[in-house]
């Protein structure tokens, strides 16, 4: 009969030094227009991802995403409310992984591109090649809903 031992440090599955480093908290706007989804690419950059950011200290999803939508479009986002997370690797992050909290609602204002943004796009899921792994995620779900375009 085999002995049977316990372990000295008990964790939570998924945590622990082999999990691996915690997942980048981020926040976006799903934006759709026409069937199209707005996206930024950010200078030095080669995908598009969804307008948004990561978190500062003591803020709370709503207010980082009105502070990014202010700094990377220009806009003043109003009545937004969270829709869904997406998780998936964290683009040009070595492996790491991304949980992101996407949210609709509105904005005043027209998006223009400002701070380090490069580009602004409005894609349908035919241009899905060109967009970070988690946006590729939103794309597929908003077309499943039919709110984006196939093509």
Do not use: N
């Amino acid at each position: 009969m085999a002995e049977r031992t316990e372990p000295t440090e008990r964790t939570e599955p998924g945590t622990g030094p082999e999990a691996g480093p915690a997942p980048l908290e981020s926040v976006a706007w799903v934006r759709v227009r026409d069937g199209r989804l707005l996206a930024v690419r950010t200078r030095g950059r080669d995908a598009f991802y969804l307008p948004g950011g990561k978190l500062e200290p003591g803020e709370d999803g709503p207010r980082a995403l009105a502070r990014e939508l202010s700094e990377e479009l220009g806009v003043a986002a109003t009545a937004m409310s969270e829709s869904f997370v997406i998780e998936d690797e964290a683009h040009g992050q070595g492996g790491r992984r991304l949980r992101m909290t996407c949210y609709t609602g509105e904005a005043e204002g027209d998006p223009v591109p400002g701070r380090e943004i490069a580009e602004l796009a409005w894609l349908t899921a035919a241009e899905a090649d060109r967009c970070a792994p988690a946006l590729r995620q939103v794309l597929r779900r908003l077309v499943a809903e039919g709110r984006v375009r196939p093509a």
